[in-house]
């Protein structure tokens, strides 16, 4: 099993829409929660952190933890042609010493 | 200067030379990674430091050698390397190596590295 699983996509959605990108863990000492977003050809930029239960918001990104069901999302709200890059998920805890461990991440493409 | 920078860009090498990696961070920060991307696959992290102590090496082949002189520089020394070892080369500087802000990392543009 996967430490951090992402699907891979590609996700596709059209302009102005609610894009979903979803995130499962398996460490549920898990601490912290982060996302990334990495434009193809560049390096990885962190756009939302979250670490207690719940939605948080940033504009038009909300990430949402779920600790009972190992679970993180982000939210992209009104989705802009320039949103489409791979996203990353991340998860940091204490497992074995302390670890930041990345998924995949999720292709998004945002149809103009 | 500002974040973290990488040089070179990009790097083509035969199989039998030495070349190294170098990174800088102007952040103030006290912990740098080094991590490999491949296509498809997730970040693998190679080394991380702390106040320019190593504290992690995730069973990287020997070829591949670090070296951090000061809490802003980060090396790391190739030699004899194969092609499977072609990727990109990240370099990232975080606050500190663990707690919350050991996840919030502020990488560096990259190595593509090709190795013939």
């Known amino acids: 099993q996967k430490e951090v699983e992402q699907n891979s996509g590609p996700l596709s959605v059209p302009e102005g829409a609610i894009a979903s990108l979803n995130c499962t863990y398996s460490d549920r000492g898990s601490q912290s929660f982060f996302w990334y977003r990495q434009y193809s050809g560049k390096s990885p930029e962190l756009i939302m952190s979250?670490?207690s239960n719940g939605d948080k918001e940033d504009g038009r990104f909300t990430a949402q933890l779920n600790k009972a069901s190992q679970y993180v999302s982000l939210l992209i709200r009104d989705s802009q042609p320039s949103d489409s890059a791979t996203y990353l998920c991340a998860v940091t805890g204490w497992g074995g010493g302390f670890k930041t461990i990345f998924g995949a991440g999720t292709r998004l493409f945002v149809k103009a | 200067e500002t974040g973290v920078t990488q040089t070179p860009r990009h790097l083509v090498m035969g199989m039998t030379n030495k070349k190294s990696l170098k990174c800088e961070q102007h952040l103030g920060h006290n912990a740098m990674y080094w991590y490999k991307q491949s296509a498809k696959k997730p970040l693998e992290l190679m080394f991380v430091?702390?106040?320019?102590?190593?504290?992690e090496n995730n069973s990287v082949p020997s070829r591949f050698s670090p070296e951090c002189p000061n809490s802003s520089h980060l090396f790391l020394h190739l030699h004899t390397l194969q092609p499977e070892d072609s990727a990109l080369y990240l370099c990232?500087?975080?606050?500190?190596?663990?707690?919350?802000?050991?996840?919030?990392?502020?990488f560096g543009p990259g190595t593509r590295l090709t190795v013939l």
């Open positions: 430091y702390s106040l320019e102590e190593r504290v």
């Open positions: 990232a500087s975080s606050q500190d190596r663990a707690g919350i802000s050991g996840g919030e990392q502020f």
């Open positions: 979250i670490y």
